[in-house]
């Protein structure tokens, strides 16, 4: 049910005078994702802790990536979109490369930045302009210096005048250009825009395609360490995210385009949701924000859960959470090849739990069971939000569930259902005239839904019913 009457439950009093709020796909519509294919990629790299996430932040407009004080906050290469001048391209931030560093968790890390530099077509070498070049500094511009790619030296958190003038030595490091920003403030980040633009490869000829067309987004969310990451990996047929079986791995959320059966799509991998008692460190947190605000702007949330562990109430509170989002659902069982619960009783648990009944798709992320049926059943959901049902077929249903079962009765006056209407996609809205919405039940209005979502296959699917009074 909608927010003006909440699901089944007494409408709250419209202003008098008041217009009604907007209405439909607008209040529904997913952001979609900024990443696509061909346009110039830019490589952000350094060593950890001189603000390349912040860079990256300010350079897409949008604070997606982690920032935290403390070294080693960005962990997987994440994309994001980006224009200055007319001029579009792609925005790769990494996390920092430390050659000294010889933990698992640091050469991973630098191994997701060096695979970032080989697709870059021009790099970014950040450094702390107050600290100057390190001896970490000078291991990464040695190996930037072998890739054979255009750079430019990016001095950073250059706040003040003084700062500029210390920013000058970094020319002793061989690579080229030297340019001072203060990624935080903004401090002449439009001089080094139109440097950047004027260091892209030339663009290339439209082929004639349209590309107007936002692709789907899916997006990937669960508890930690069940999996997350390695079904991208596993759909992918690459090593895309940092894998390890320490939860909290992934932090960032990060946007990666596959190409299945002729189409693209947006696959986005999130950081682990957790109880908000148990987040211990500020990093944390925000990668909790960021993995909600990505399951906003997603058409469907493949929820991942544990098949040694069942499906878990925190799961199924991640799919309510995904379904408050707006975005279509379905439970991904991973780790089927080390436990194989009773499918047919986990089904009618999360029927009696969950009100969207989002459909349930047993895979393993390490030997690819189920696997190939799991972006099928995704976008069939993606479809059927996008579905717009006749006015007719409506109206007949709505006829034939007043029959099965009367609306409720307050003294003489009983609650008359008069028509049914679609009026937005992705996922469905529909507008429920009645003859007085203040005898609408909670009870009665999730019975509604629910029947709504069996007659037309809407299973996984959020369902928005605004109840009006007929005048």
Same mark, same amino acid.
């Given at each position: 049910?909608?927010?003006?009457?909440?699901?089944?439950?007494?409408?709250?009093?419209?202003?008098?005078?008041?217009?009604?709020?907007?209405?439909?796909?607008?209040?529904?519509?997913?952001?979609?994702?900024?990443?696509?294919?061909?346009?110039?990629?830019?490589?952000?790299?350094?060593?950890?802790?001189?603000?390349?996430?912040?860079?990256?932040?300010?350079?897409?407009?949008?604070?997606?990536?982690?920032?935290?004080?403390?070294?080693?906050?960005?962990?997987?290469?994440?994309?994001?979109?980006?224009?200055?001048?007319?001029?579009?391209?792609?925005?790769?931030?990494?996390?920092?490369?430390?050659?000294?560093?010889?933990?698992?968790?640091?050469?991973?890390?630098?191994?997701?930045?060096?695979?970032?530099?080989?697709?870059?077509?021009?790099?970014?070498?950040?450094?702390?302009?107050?600290?100057?070049?390190?001896?970490?500094?000078?291991?990464?511009?040695?190996?930037?210096?072998?890739?054979?790619?255009?750079?430019?030296?990016?001095?950073?958190?250059?706040?003040?005048?003084?700062?500029?003038?210390?920013? +000058? $030595? !970094?020319? %002793?490091?061989?690579?080229?250009? =030297?340019? *001072?920003?203060?990624?935080?403030? @903004? &401090?002449? /980040?439009?001089?080094?825009?139109?440097?950047?633009?004027?260091?892209?490869?030339?663009?290339?000829?439209?082929?004639?395609?349209?590309?107007?067309?936002?692709?789907?987004?899916?997006?990937?969310?669960?508890?930690?360490?069940?999996?997350?990451?390695?079904?991208?990996?596993?759909?992918?047929?690459?090593?895309?995210?940092?894998? +390890? $079986? !320490?939860? %909290?791995?992934?932090?960032?959320? =990060?946007? *990666?385009?596959?190409?299945?059966? @002729? &189409?693209? /799509?947006?696959?986005?991998?999130?950081?682990?949701?957790?109880?908000?008692?148990?987040?211990?460190?500020?990093?944390?947190?925000?990668?909790?924000?960021?993995?909600?605000?990505?399951?906003?702007?997603?058409?469907?949330?493949?929820?991942?859960?544990?098949?040694?562990?069942?499906?878990?109430?925190?799961?199924?509170?991640?799919?309510?959470?995904?379904?408050?989002?707006?975005?279509?659902?379905?439970?991904?069982?991973?780790?089927?090849?080390?436990?194989?619960?009773?499918?047919?009783?986990?089904?009618?648990?999360?029927?009696?739990?969950?009100?969207?009944?989002?459909?349930?798709?047993?895979?393993?992320?390490?030997?690819?069971?189920?696997?190939?049926?799991?972006?099928?059943?995704?976008?069939?959901?993606?479809?059927?939000?996008?579905?717009?049902?006749?006015?007719?077929?409506?109206?007949?249903?709505?006829?034939?569930?007043?029959?099965?079962?009367?609306?409720?009765?307050?003294?003489?006056?009983?609650?008359?259902?008069?028509?049914?209407?679609?009026?937005?996609?992705?996922?469905?809205?529909?507008?429920?005239?009645?003859?007085?919405?203040?005898?609408?039940?909670?009870?009665?209005?999730?019975?509604?839904?629910?029947?709504?979502?069996?007659?037309?296959?809407?299973?996984?699917?959020?369902?928005?019913?605004?109840?009006?009074?007929?005048?």
């Amino acid at each position: 049910m909608s927010d003006e009457t909440p699901a089944g439950g007494r409408p709250k009093a419209s202003r008098p005078g008041m217009p009604d709020r907007p209405r439909g796909r607008e209040r529904h519509a997913a952001r979609g994702s900024t990443v696509a294919h061909g346009q110039p990629v830019v490589a952000v790299v350094g060593y950890p802790n001189v603000g390349k996430s912040t860079l990256f932040n300010r350079l897409t407009g949008r604070r997606e990536a982690v920032v935290d004080a403390k070294p080693g906050a960005t962990r997987d290469r994440r994309q994001g979109g980006a224009e200055w001048n007319g001029r579009q391209f792609q925005i790769l931030d990494t996390g920092g490369i430390d050659e000294a560093d010889e933990s698992v968790m640091a050469r991973d890390i630098a191994a997701q930045a060096i695979r970032a530099i080989d697709e870059a077509d021009l790099i970014l070498f950040v450094v702390d302009a107050m600290v100057g070049a390190t001896p970490g500094d000078l291991e990464v511009a040695e190996r930037l210096r072998r890739s054979r790619r255009p750079i430019i030296v990016v001095a950073n958190k250059c706040d003040n005048d003084a700062a500029e003038i210390r920013a +000058q $030595d !970094l020319w %002793g490091l061989g690579l080229g250009e =030297v340019v *001072t920003v203060s990624a935080l403030h @903004g &401090r002449s /980040i439009g001089d080094f825009l139109d440097l950047l633009v004027e260091s892209l490869p030339d663009p290339q000829e439209e082929d004639g395609d349209d590309t107007t067309g936002r692709m789907p987004a899916l997006c990937i969310m669960g508890r930690p360490n069940v999996g997350k990451s390695s079904i991208l990996n596993a759909l992918l047929g690459e090593e895309r995210m940092i894998v +390890q $079986d !320490l939860p %909290g791995t992934t932090r960032d959320p =990060v946007d *990666t385009i596959i190409e299945f059966e @002729g &189409r693209e /799509i947006v696959l986005i991998d999130t950081a682990g949701l957790r109880r908000r008692g148990r987040m211990r460190e500020r990093v944390e947190v925000y990668s909790q924000q960021r993995a909600l605000e990505a399951a906003e702007r997603s058409d469907v949330a493949i929820v991942v859960a544990d098949a040694t562990e069942g499906i878990t109430e925190a799961d199924l509170a991640a799919c309510d959470q995904a379904a408050r989002n707006h975005c279509a659902t379905l439970i991904a069982l991973n780790k089927w090849d080390l436990a194989r619960p009773d499918l047919t009783d986990l089904a009618g648990r999360v029927r009696r739990k969950s009100r969207q009944h989002p459909p349930i798709i047993a895979c393993s992320a390490i030997t690819g069971e189920g696997l190939d049926r799991l972006l099928p059943a995704a976008l069939r959901l993606y479809a059927t939000s996008h579905e717009r049902l006749s006015t007719h077929d409506l109206n007949t249903a709505l006829r034939e569930l007043a029959e099965e079962r009367p609306g409720p009765r307050s003294g003489r006056q009983q609650l008359s259902m008069r028509f049914l209407v679609q009026t937005g996609i992705g996922p469905p809205v529909f507008r429920l005239e009645v003859n007085d919405r203040s005898l609408m039940t909670r009870d009665y209005g999730f019975w509604l839904e629910n029947r709504l979502r069996e007659r037309f296959g809407l299973a996984g699917v959020p369902v928005d019913i605004e109840v009006r009074s007929r005048r």
